[in-house]
């Protein structure tokens, strides 16, 4: 809403969407991974992997599956070939489907994964299990927008960097490769969100750049939603905060058990 409605508009519909997607996927993960709510650690993974799951959830929507205008947008945001949105609905959907299979795939592998014997030690293994997501963000990224704007290595090898990173934030937090790969993505696409909206507030984000700015009462009305944004931040921070004050294992289980609830503690 913050870096869109200035461009599209405002409506209680699309606002909504992201957090009721959100909440109904947080309860889902927390009944399958029975993570402990009552520490820290438990929130700050249910929420970088309620994060991923929601935001994979509404992309493969929006890119496969919903019809829109397209011409609004410099990036095209339904599927395209070399930057032209393919108009054929069956084409469209065979695809997204193959998308929701591999993704699939790499949830069944990562979650056999923990019960496999591996020569690499526990923690080689954790950071290139929580890079994978990046890796597919930056292909994905790439093919949607290098056609617009160009191959930028930088940008293309962000992701997988930054999900490293936080698989070495958060691999105390959890022993589950599956978890660590979620809640690292998850992270990572919450911060370079954040990044983009609120460091360069005034810059269009690429699927509107050249765009003019159609709706600009926006330009106020947002503003409270910022000290939101930021009281969430703040809760997740305050979260890990805790989480690594508390008494914990760290890392991931040495024999491939999970722990008590999902989470070493």
Same mark, same amino acid.
């Given at each position: 809403?913050?870096? %869109? *409605?200035?461009?599209?508009?405002?409506?209680?519909?699309?606002?909504?969407?992201?957090?009721?997607?959100?909440?109904?996927?947080?309860? !889902?993960?927390?009944?399958?991974?029975?993570?402990?709510?009552?520490?820290?650690?438990?929130?700050?993974?249910?929420?970088?992997?309620?994060?991923?799951?929601?935001?994979?959830?509404?992309?493969?929507?929006?890119?496969?599956?919903?019809?829109? %205008? &397209?011409?609004?947008?410099?990036?095209?945001? &339904?599927?395209?070939?070399?930057?032209?949105?393919? #108009?054929?609905?069956?084409?469209?959907?065979?695809?997204?489907?193959?998308?929701?299979?591999?993704?699939?795939?790499?949830?069944?592998?990562? %979650?056999?994964? &923990?019960?496999?014997?591996?020569?690499?030690?526990?923690? *080689?293994?954790?950071?290139l299990v929580g890079s994978i997501g990046g890796w597919l963000t930056a292909v994905g990224g790439a093919w949607k927008d290098a056609p617009k704007e160009g191959f930028e290595p930088l940008k293309f090898f962000r992701s997988p960097l930054m999900t490293l990173?936080?698989?070495?934030?958060?691999?105390?937090?959890? %022993?589950?490769?599956?978890? !660590? $790969?979620?809640?690292?993505?998850?992270?990572?696409? $919450?911060?370079?969100?954040?990044?983009?909206?609120?460091?360069?507030?005034? #810059?269009?984000?690429? #699927?509107?750049?050249?765009?003019?700015?159609?709706? =600009?009462?926006?330009?106020?009305?947002?503003? =409270?939603?910022?000290?939101?944004?930021?009281?969430?931040?703040?809760?997740?921070?305050?979260?890990?905060?805790?989480?690594?004050?508390?008494?914990?294992?760290?890392?991931?289980?040495?024999?491939?058990?999970?722990? $008590?609830?999902?989470?070493?503690?």
């Amino acid at each position: 809403m913050y870096k %869109d *409605a200035i461009h599209e508009g405002f409506s209680y519909r699309r606002y909504s969407r992201s957090i009721i997607v959100g909440a109904a996927v947080g309860l !889902l993960l927390e009944r399958w991974t029975a993570l402990d709510l009552t520490t820290g650690a438990g929130l700050v993974v249910l929420f970088g992997m309620a994060y991923v799951a929601e935001r994979t959830a509404v992309e493969i929507w929006k890119t496969f599956f919903r019809e829109e %205008d &397209q011409s609004k947008y410099f990036i095209p945001m &339904q599927f395209s070939m070399f930057g032209t949105p393919v #108009k054929s609905r069956p084409v469209r959907w065979a695809v997204g489907a193959a998308c929701l299979a591999i993704v699939g795939l790499v949830v069944v592998a990562l %979650d056999r994964l &923990q019960y496999a014997a591996l020569p690499l030690p526990r923690l *080689a293994v954790a950071l290139l299990v929580g890079s994978i997501g990046g890796w597919l963000t930056a292909v994905g990224g790439a093919w949607k927008d290098a056609p617009k704007e160009g191959f930028e290595p930088l940008k293309f090898f962000r992701s997988p960097l930054m999900t490293l990173a936080y698989a070495a934030i958060l691999y105390p937090l959890t %022993d589950r490769y599956l978890y !660590l $790969a979620m809640a690292s993505l998850g992270f990572e696409r $919450a911060t370079v969100e954040t990044y983009k909206t609120f460091f360069f507030p005034n #810059k269009p984000r690429g #699927k509107f750049a050249g765009k003019p700015v159609t709706h =600009p009462e926006m330009l106020r009305r947002r503003v =409270p939603f910022a000290y939101l944004y930021a009281a969430i931040w703040l809760g997740v921070l305050a979260s890990y905060a805790t989480a690594l004050t508390a008494p914990r294992r760290g890392g991931v289980a040495g024999d491939g058990a999970p722990a $008590a609830g999902g989470v070493a503690y």
